[in-house]
DNA sequence: CGGACGATTCGGCGGTCGCCTAACTGACGC
DNA sequence: GCGTCAGTTAGGCGACCGCCGAATCGTCCG
């Protein structure tokens, strides 16, 4: 048992409890959570909620930001939020029955348009990248790339694309429910800011499914969803 | 504790023991390596790492090859390999300190050039990587792709890039020792065969190190390492 | 001030898990 | 056939871990 061993085994226990898996899967629509938040959700007492977080914030894998009574934590950052991504994609499909009629719209939002921690997933993204790749804007001959004429769309769209040192401009996320891969990476969060704050999709409450007004009509993109 | 996040805990669950973090580390080489010796490694007894081998392998992390008395396993492909190179290079850095001569020369030679999983790292992968770049065959101006150049560099130099469906070409992956980026991916793993193949690095027994003999050179490219 | 509320600490219970030794199975080779 | 060697099964021990209820702390607000 190597050192080097024990150092990835303590990170990966950090997502080795159901519970804790449970957090860092609701913390992937990259918003803030507070402590009951999340009890609920989970279905655990607030004391045991509490110690899984001190152990995940401890662990690097989330931050908080304490305001009043209020315990707010997220996950740390995009490569965290990757990390998760890679190893819930890797879990085997499941098949999940839907058996109520509130359930099955459910479903169908989420499978529909959501977010995935800071970008678009679901049917909406997938058409997004397909509608993307067909006009031209990204090349997936070599792995993915942002084209020119990717770069001058968006500069006409008016999107901002926050350049962060260690984070690809683009990167494909295999969409879970599409089975197909949307875009994720620094463009992919743009687009997905910027649709949020034109009001073309809008947060469902209480998960991370969206409303979508328009969507990739509104992108200047023909392809229909 | 939802459906889903048992799922993540369960895959989590495989890594999240110090025994099994280390073979799966091991088994970062890209070989096959047998039951007995896996247990040495680990410093457990046979029964152990049977047992520990048997929940690798019943989670799809490890495959397993059964000859006359052996059992040989390995890293069930490249998914699972990058999944385990992604949660090791998000650990704390490491500040290990070598006691013994022999600790000394094996940490540096480690460092030098090794093998990760498929592909060439540590000083030597990282020069290559910046080698390439620096002549124009590949490019990261938005993440990083096979440039027209290098591709005629591969085909010239002789060297078959093995297309997989689901495997990018190019892919970067950061350097634990170097902590920049080195090539991986199909293109990464062709170009570490075909080193192997021609001699000019060739395998250190008993752990991932490399002994070179030329590399960059051979490769065609000025750049020292 | 005093009640309400979010969050934490403490103590303890119960289940799981990793490890070992001892004994067994099955393949190899003289 | 008979040691030898790789791997497995069985049984049992001890540690760790996730969970809870009860009590406590600290903030907010009437």
């Known amino acids: 048992m190597s050192a080097e061993g024990e150092e990835l085994a303590g990170w990966a226990r950090m997502l080795a409890d159901g519970t804790r898996a449970t957090v860092c899967l609701a913390l992937l629509d990259g918003r803030a959570w507070t402590a009951t938040e999340l009890a609920k959700l989970a279905k655990v007492s607030r004391p045991t909620i509490s110690e899984h977080l001190n152990l995940l914030v401890g662990g690097g894998l989330l931050t908080e930001v304490r305001q009043g009574r209020h315990r707010y934590v997220k996950l740390a950052g995009p490569d965290t939020a ?110 997905c800011s910027h649709a949020l704050q034109q009001g073309w999709v809008s947060h469902i409450p209480g998960g991370r499914a969206l409303k979508v007004n328009g969507a990739v009509q509104a992108f200047g993109l023909s392809s229909g969803v």
Chains 1, 2 share one sequence.
Not at 118 to 147: C, F, N, P, Q, Y
């Open 82 to 191: 990757e990390l998760i991504e890679g190893l819930a994609a890797l879990a085997p499909r499941r098949t999940e029955v839907a058996n109520s009629l509130s359930a099955v719209s459910k479903r169908d939002a989420f499978a529909r348009a959501r977010t995935c921690y800071d970008h678009l997933a679901g049917k909406l993204g997938v058409a997004l990248a397909d509608a993307m790749t067909e006009r031209g804007l990204i090349d997936w001959s070599d792995g993915i790339a942002l084209t020119p004429e990717g770069q001058a769309w968006l500069e006409n769209l008016g999107v901002k694309v926050e350049v962060r040192r260690g984070r690809p401009a683009v990167r494909s996320c295999l969409d879970v429910t599409e089975r197909r891969p949307h875009l994720a990476g620094a463009v992919g969060a743009a687009l």
